[in-house]
Structure formats: structure tokens, C-alpha cells
């Protein structure tokens, strides 16, 4: 427990020092700081059994799929090449991680998420299709990142990482579990505000393991844009410039 207060103290301060009081980015910077705390003490409760299952049984075992089956939704080469070319790029980057430092690496995956939006341009990405279990495949979403990252050194490891959207109730949940039992999910309302754009407000956070629960309280608001999205998978770019790479996973995650 010393370990953890003093990592979260540590960032606390980090935080502080980057940004003089008032700087609008302490704000978004502050995400980092809470979902890092949040997760410490959800690590430090739950312990990692590499060979127990998923907590939702029917996920599938990679999280990197190489490749997607390509459906009737996919209508042009053209589109069918660029998605190929995105998810080859990333399936070897560990869900980002290996980006993190690797700015070349980055600009070309950037480069190709452009391409994805250019042949997105004319589609309408928050209607009821946006309604899924998403899974990550490829993030620069720094929260994320460090909670992957980090989870080993609490001896347990992140698993699915999701985002669970039902455009019909407006809500958002942002999902991360540790197996076996282990789950930090962030509750959202949302609102469509365009063709492509989904504003969203934090409601409530929750860090649950096997038999308790300990309620968080909300920590920010923004929006982020689906710039392209088919039957199998959905690329995002959010308000603090971050992308998102993500694909429907096999079940349905519920609370």
C-alpha cells in the first residue's frame, strides 16, 4: 500500500509542477491522475491468475487480431486496402505501447487513421450502429496506456479494455478488466451532437472485484468523433487529439 500511495502522491506532484494553477490542461491532465489512483487500489485488491478466464467467458484469447474478416458493409477496394493496412500496422503495438516511443511508428499509423477518415467522410457514424461492445485494438490515450502498462507491477494484468455505447439510453461506459474478476468502468451519458460527433459527461466511476465494491466520483466531460465505422471496426479521434482504434468484441459487456 505504501508503494501505491506513493505512486499516486508522485503523479499528484508531477501534475502540479507541469502546470501553474489555472492552466486549462491541469483539467484534462487530472484523468491521468484519477483513473492511475483509481486503478492502484483496484490492483492492489486483486490478484492476477494467469490461468483463469476472462471475467466475461465468451471473449476471444488474442486481443491483436492481424486481420479482419472483410463483410458486404466493406463495398470498395479501396476501403477493404486502407482497413488491412491499419490493422497490420497495429497488430504488433500491443495496444499502443510499443508506439508510445516510437514517433515514426505513430505518424504512420496517424497517417493511415487520416485515410480511414478521408473514405468515412460522407457517413453518418452515430447512429444505432455505434451501439457495441467495443474492444481496443490500438490507443495513444495516455490513461489507458499507463493502466496497461502498469498492472503487472500490482501483480495482476489489464485485460479487455472496452467501450460499451447504447446510443438509444445515451450512455457510455468505459471498461477495463483484470481477470478474473477485476473490472474498472467509468459511467458516461452521452449526446449526439453530429453526423460523426458524441459529446459525453463522467457520471460515476467503480473499482469492483469479487465480492466488493468501492464508488468513485465523476471526473471530467469532452467529446470524441467516430471518423469511420463499419460492421467490424470503428476509428476515433477525441478533444485532446488522441486516436482510437477499436473492434466489436464477441459478447456484450454489461455491469
Known amino acids: 500500500m505504501k508503494r501505491i500511495l506513493s505512486w499516486t502522491r508522485a503523479l499528484h506532484v508531477?501534475?502540479?509542477?507541469?502546470?501553474?494553477?489555472?492552466?486549462?490542461?491541469?483539467?484534462?491532465?487530472r484523468h491521468l491522475l484519477h483513473s492511475s489512483m483509481a486503478t492502484a487500489l483496484l490492483l492492489h485488491h486483486i490478484p492476477f491468475n494467469p490461468q483463469s478466464p476472462n471475467p466475461?467467458?465468451?471473449?476471444l484469447k488474442s486481443h491483436y487480431p492481424r486481420s479482419s474478416t472483410i463483410t458486404c458493409s466493406t463495398t470498395t477496394s479501396e476501403a477493404l486496402s486502407a482497413k488491412r493496412h491499419l490493422l497490420n500496422l497495429i497488430s504488433d503495438q500491443e495496444r499502443g505501447l510499443k508506439t508510445l516511443n516510437n514517433p515514426s511508428k505513430r505518424s504512420e499509423i496517424?497517417?493511415?487513421?487520416?485515410a480511414m477518415a478521408v473514405l468515412g467522410q460522407d457517413t453518418v457514424t452515430t447512429g444505432d450502429s455505434l451501439s457495441a461492445t467495443w474492444r481496443l485494438l490500438w490507443t495513444t490515450e495516455k490513461e489507458q496506456l499507463f493502466i496497461i502498462e502498469k498492472a503487472p507491477l500490482f501483480g495482476t494484468q489489464a485485460g479487455d479494455v472496452l467501450q460499451v455505447?447504447?446510443?438509444?439510453?445515451?450512455v457510455l461506459n468505459n471498461v477495463i478488466t483484470f481477470p478474473p474478476s477485476g473490472v474498472f468502468f467509468?459511467?458516461?451519458?452521452?449526446?449526439?451532437?453530429?453526423?460523426?460527433?458524441?459529446?459525453?459527461?463522467?457520471t460515476s466511476a467503480v473499482l469492483r472485484g469479487k465480492d466488493w465494491e468501492f464508488p468513485l466520483p465523476p471526473f471530467g466531460q469532452g467529446?470524441?468523433?467516430?471518423?469511420?465505422?463499419?460492421?467490424?471496426?470503428?476509428?476515433?479521434?477525441?478533444?485532446r487529439g488522441d486516436y482510437l482504434v477499436?473492434?466489436?468484441?464477441?459478447?456484450?459487456?454489461k455491469e
Not at 467509468?186 to 463522467?202: G, L, M, P, Q
Open 56 to 59: 466475461n467467458p465468451n471473449s
Open 186 to 202: 467509468v459511467r458516461s451519458t452521452i449526446e449526439i451532437a453530429s453526423s460523426k460527433r458524441v459529446n459525453f459527461r463522467f
Open 223 to 239: 467529446w470524441f468523433e467516430s471518423v469511420y465505422l463499419d460492421d467490424e471496426i470503428r476509428v476515433v479521434k477525441d478533444i
Open 246 to 253: 477499436v473492434d466489436r468484441a464477441p459478447y456484450a459487456w
Open 110 to 114: 496517424v497517417e493511415a487513421i487520416d
Open 14 to 29: 508531477s501534475l502540479l509542477t507541469k502546470y501553474p494553477p489555472g492552466n486549462s490542461n491541469l483539467q484534462n491532465d
Open 165 to 170: 455505447i447504447d446510443v438509444e439510453k445515451r
